[in-house]
């Protein structure tokens, strides 16, 4: 099997991930806004970069550009505003055309048997929550919030055909974006709402990223 690029930078790159995330969830919970505004562009570009020092030849050339359209993401949301939102939502957009792709690479498609309940199975949620929603959306979101949330219901389903802990991943990150779309519905909030936000969208991103390092591991070692 191919080592890695460069493991040890790879643990550093790991332990700062961590620590930012921490440190951007404690601001949150502590409502300390300038310490979520210096974190939140920093997490996902840590996680790439913990990829690149892991990566070896069979690593999928998407996850990265997964991640970092993720990280465009984040710090457009963080602008405010309708203009900004829907650029956001486009670039988070962009990231999981990454991933179904990927997924779709690495066989999630292969097995149809298996994989039809799981996408009847999020197909059913998808549409019971869009019909929830719809009637409080502003005109102008419905239609990239239903287009958004199937393509992200998309990347759950390619996920949970990948591995336990993709599919994991898929289904928190799709359960943080359902908090942020009742957030534009105008619905009443959870008890710790934005800490729950992100600390399933860094746990989904997470669980995606491992998912697929430990798929692509397993087949270089089938190979060897």
């Not at 989904?204 to 430990?214: C, I, R, V």
């Amino acid at each position: 099997m191919t080592p890695a690029r460069d493991p040890r930078t790879a643990r550093v790159l790991l332990l700062a991930f961590a620590a930012v995330s921490a440190a951007h969830l404690l601001a949150i919970a502590v409502h300390l806004t300038p310490v979520q505004y210096a974190t939140k562009p920093l997490l996902m570009p840590l996680l790439a970069a913990w990829v690149w020092a892991l990566a070896r030849p069979g690593t999928p050339r998407l996850l990265i550009p997964a991640l970092l359209f993720g990280a465009g993401g984040d710090i457009l949301l963080e602008i405010g505003g309708t203009a900004a939102f829907l650029a956001g939502m486009g670039s988070f957009a962009a990231g999981h055309v990454c991933y179904v792709t990927m997924f779709a690479k690495l066989g999630a498609l292969a097995d149809r048997r298996r994989l039809l309940p799981v996408a009847a199975g999020y197909a059913v949620a998808w549409a019971v929550l869009i019909v929830l929603l719809w009637p409080d959306l502003d005109a102008g979101m419905r239609v990239p919030v239903a287009v958004y949330s199937l393509l992200l219901a998309s990347t759950a389903v390619t996920a949970a055909r990948t591995n336990l802990w993709a599919g994991l991943g898929g289904a928190l990150f799709l359960f943080s974006d359902t908090l942020i779309a009742t957030d534009i519905a105008g619905w009443k909030h959870l008890p710790a709402h934005g800490f729950l936000i992100m600390l399933t969208y860094l746990a989904g991103q997470y669980l995606l990223t491992t998912g697929t390092l430990e798929r692509t591991t397993r087949q270089d070692r089938r190979q060897d």
